[in-house]
């Protein structure tokens, strides 16, 4: 079994099964010709289940034939052009070389006796991404799992900020009624009460309303309550609309507020050549999220939480003898664990690393601006086609909107025509979309990451949909004229 360990001894087994491995999906991504293939969980788990886990196959090219049945084969691929559903990216070829190397070399970033050189990429790409942000000469911040996390690692030093002010009382947290849900289950998990996340309505555009929230916070101040945080958002899931930062700040000064800024989707804004200031204002946050996994095309998992003062990151530190003594602190020793939520974590800055030092972050903006001015394209289609209904003109890349036929005005209908439609689509494989609700109603929705999309795609999609949907509608009819005779 020795033979199975990666070492100095075995280095020549490692590249030809590494290179078997990377030639079957190298092989698969060119042979794919669409993003899915339609199999159901009940036609696939099957499989999955007879594999006998206590049962070795003994060498890597017969699990990798078996890999081939149970997961390449019907995969969901990013990489086609179809794929219009969630928030996920084709990836750049020199973060997926980066990805090959942490994981072989394995590196830990929670101590320096562990990482080394690992550490200090991963705190110069801190300090490079804090920079672009505007955050100033005090700020720091760590590499997280995702979003979620990075929301969480936010709020986290927030609260302890807040509870460290004279007279705080119950915390509440405000953020738009279009925020990730992570805002909920981060209050959830910090211990804050159930109504601690205040909703704060949003404009006709989907943006937070400023002075919403001035009176929010003048309504938790007066019932005894203590403004913990604000979050804005920039570059909502559903429709990457952009909180007026600048506005928000304002308001957040004015009270003493903490403000994160949610901008996992919008970040790739920071290296546009042509939208950086959409992002104006982000500089005023206390703590940015950012998912370089989203738009930067980076592999899963790849985010980071920015502070503006370091100082703040004291809230998560904690200290083990086994592994961060208080002494190390003296001995200005960089172990990341003392920022960290986590303790091992993976050495993903160097997928980021590889790709500026590859592409350079125009390079990466330019591929975001791609998609941006698809979304704009997309939204043109959108709003000159009478099938279809669009919510609101994109700021970044994500277009919501949905079929309405025109042969009914029933609202439940056309609930049931978009999810039919959605669900049909996904069954024949021949594209992915997202759903979602709107004011209580079923909408569609394409998120745009793939720099490889073009307008004829979407036209496509779009009519794709459309021979769905008006196949529901025909099949509902039939069925009501059938009851009413």
Known sequence: MRSHLLNDTTAERYRRSVADGVGRVAARLASVRAPFSGITPDALGPEVDAVDLDRPLGDSAAALDELERVYLRDA??????????????????????????????????????????????????IDWTAGRIGLGPGADGVFTSGGTQSNLHALLLAREEAKDEPGSGRLRVFASDCAHFSVQKAATLLGLTADAVVPV???RDRRLRPAALAAAIEGCIADGATPMAVVATAGTTDFGSIDPLGEIADVCAMYGTWLHVD??????LLVSPTRRGHLD???????VTVDYHKSFFQPVSSSAVLVRDRVTLRHATYHADYLNPRRALAERIPNQVD???QTTRRFDALKLWMTLRVMGADGVGQLFDEVCDLAAEGWRLLAADPRYDVVVRPRL???????????????????RVNLHARKALFASGEAVVAGTVVDGRQYLKFTLLNPETTAQDIAAVLDLIAEHAEAHVATENGEHLAHAS
């Open 339 to 341: 920022k960290s939520l």
């Open 397 to 415: 890349s994500t277009l919501v909107f949905r079929y309405v036929p025109h042969r009914t005005t029933s609202p439940a209908v056309i609930d």
């Open 263 to 268: 901008a996992a989707y919008g970040c790739g």
């Open 76 to 125: 969901v691929y990013f990489h086609h052009p179809r794929y219009l559903a969630h928030l996920n990216c084709p990836v750049v070829i020199p973060a997926v070389v980066g990805e090959a190397v942490l994981s072989a070399v394995n590196s830990s970033l929670d101590t320096w006796d562990q990482s080394a050189g690992g550490t200090l990429i991963e705190r110069r790409l």
């Open 281 to 287: 204002g982000i500089e005023r946050a206390d703590s």
């Open 201 to 203: 309505p949003c404009d």
